[in-house]
């Protein structure tokens, strides 16, 4: 998974549960968690989320990852993108798929017209 790719999940995925741990971002994403632990890590230091502890859970590892004003607009360009780059790739096998269509029914209306064809 790109890493732009990552941190768009992980923005998507806290914004609907920040209390998620990074084990359960990494099993819910289908990521290692060494990428998890990177990926938070970056979008902390750009201010796109904020890490808070729960002092007064039993787990003093507990906590909550908090999407900030430039988190929420992070996670919006990265969308953007996102849909861009799969709209992109959406038309080129759309393209590709109706080429594929004519040559097999160009490959049939030769072949049909030939005598012997035994179909």
Not at 51 to 59: D, G
């Amino acid at each position: 998974m790109l890493a732009e790719q990552a941190k768009l999940k992980i923005l998507q995925q806290l914004a609907l549960k920040p209390d998620s741990s990074q084990r359960e971002l990494a099993q819910a994403l289908g990521i290692s968690l060494g990428s998890v632990n990177y990926c938070l890590k970056a979008l902390v230091e750009k201010g796109c989320i904020k890490m808070h502890n729960f002092q007064n859970q039993k787990n003093k590892l507990t906590y909550a990852y908090l999407l900030t004003p430039t988190g929420i607009k992070e996670k919006m360009l990265l969308t953007a993108h996102f849909l861009e780059r799969k709209m992109q790739e959406y038309e080129a096998l759309r393209t590709e798929i109706e080429a594929l269509r004519l040559e097999v029914e160009t490959e049939a209306t030769s072949s049909g017209s030939g005598a012997g064809t035994g179909l």
